[in-house]
Each structure stands twice: as C-alpha cells, then as structure tokens.
C-alpha cells in the first residue's frame, strides 16, 4: 500500500527566506507527483506537476524535483513572502488494476511572517 | 475556461439523513474523482470515474455512492450520515482520454463542507 510522508509538518520562516518541503513515498510505480496548496477552509490549488519520467518541474520561485528511485520528492520556495502561508500537500498518482487514484501526504503547513 | 464546479459549497444535515453532492467537471474533461478530507484522516480517495463508468473506489461503506451522467457531471451521494462523515469534501477533474493508463495532471475544485449534527 502506498503511503506518503511530508515533513516537516509546520513550518513558520520570516519573509524572504528560501525553503524546501520534503515529500517521500514509499512505492516507486507512481505515474505522477503534483503539488499543491491548500488555503484555509478551500480547495486544492495545482502548483507543479511532475511526471514520472522527469527530474523536475519550475513554475516561477517553485521548483519541484522527483528522485523516483528513493521515493522523494522536494518542493523548494525562492524568496517567501507573507502570501505563501498556506498548507502545501503532495499527492502521487498511481494507476491501479482498477483505475486511479492520488495518494496524499498529511501536508505542511507554511507560514511566512512579515 | 470554467474551473470544476461543486455544488452546494455549505451543508449542514442530521444523523441518519442521506445527502447528493454535485460535481461539474472542467469542460472537455470527462474523469472526475472525489476525495474525503478531515482532519484526523487527512485526505482519502472515494471513487474515480470515466465516461460514467466507476473505475476505482476507495475504502468507504457502501453507504457512499455516486454516478457520472453522460455530460461528464457527477453526484455522490451519503445515506444515514454519521457523525464521522463531517468533512470537506473534494471533486477533481483530470482530461484523460481514456480507461487505460494515463497520468495526467488533477484539478480540484473549491469543496463542499459537509457538517453532520
């Protein structure tokens, strides 16, 4: 059974600092890895998505890498700012012999203060 | 083009009664997957259709159903609610083409919170 592990869970960083969350899982045979971000009481927002045949994935000061091979994935966040407070989870996607479905971690809850 | 949408946003209902939530697929997508998210178990897989047909379901009672009608839209539905189905509970659409493998990206839309009394 897949399982997915994010740490660490709580973060809190003054404005401008650069971080990394770490995401592992434990079943190499994922079709995908996306990250996303969660705001208090709502959605998920997709920040990156990386298949599984890539390294990495950069989407303005968000740059996602994927290590299939030891399960591990690192979401890093340039020059944070107080908007980037939020709960960012990562998900894997795995095809089984019945369909699909994401498995998520517990996610991290980032604050950034001013 | 329109997110996916979910319908009714807030929902408050007693033990024992059931419950329809409705969900609307960004348009062109034709999977569409829902999701349980509580606190204490986090984010858990329901059910995974594709062209109305249930492709994968999680590990839930048979008191959790849905369906897909042809124009991609999906309903779940909870009878005799129980206090513990209290959550948030998430719709995403993805614009696989079709049953077989395929890894495209997940879009979730903004929840219905439902509270059980």
């Known amino acids: 059974k897949q399982e997915v592990t994010q740490i660490p869970a709580a973060l809190s960083v003054p404005e401008g600092e650069n971080l990394v969350l770490n995401c592992s899982f434990t079943d190499s045979a994922i079709y995908n890895l996306q990250w996303f971000r969660q705001d208090p009481g709502k959605g998920l927002t997709s920040l990156l998505l990386?298949?599984?045949?890539?390294r990495e994935q950069t989407s303005g000061r968000l740059n996602a890498s994927l290590d299939k091979s030891s399960g591990r994935s690192t979401l890093y966040i340039a020059a944070s700012q107080p908007g980037d407070s939020a709960t960012y989870l990562c998900?894997?996607?795995?095809?089984?012999?019945?369909?699909?479905?994401?498995?998520f971690g517990e996610g991290t809850q980032l604050t950034v203060n001013p | 083009k329109a997110g996916v949408t979910q319908t009714p946003r807030y929902l408050i209902k007693t033990r024992g009664q059931q419950v329809t939530l409705s969900c609307s697929p960004i348009?062109?997508?034709?999977?569409v997957s829902w999701y349980q998210q509580t606190p204490g178990q986090g984010l858990q897989f329901l059910f995974e259709y594709f062209s109305e047909t249930q492709r994968n379901k999680g590990n839930f009672p048979g008191r959790f159903s849905g369906r897909q009608f042809s124009n991609s839209r999906s309903e779940m539905n909870v009878s005799t609610l129980e206090l513990g189905d209290s959550a948030l509970y998430l719709c995403?659409?993805?614009?696989?083409?079709?049953?077989?493998?395929?890894?495209?990206?997940?879009?979730f839309g903004p929840g219905t919170r439902l509270t059980v009394t």
């Open positions: 995403a659409s993805s614009p696989r083409t079709s049953g077989g493998p395929s890894s495209y990206e997940q879009y």
């Open positions: 990386i298949q599984s045949s890539q």
């Open positions: 348009s062109g997508h034709r999977s």
């Open positions: 998900a894997v996607l795995l095809e089984e012999t019945s369909g699909s479905r994401l498995t």
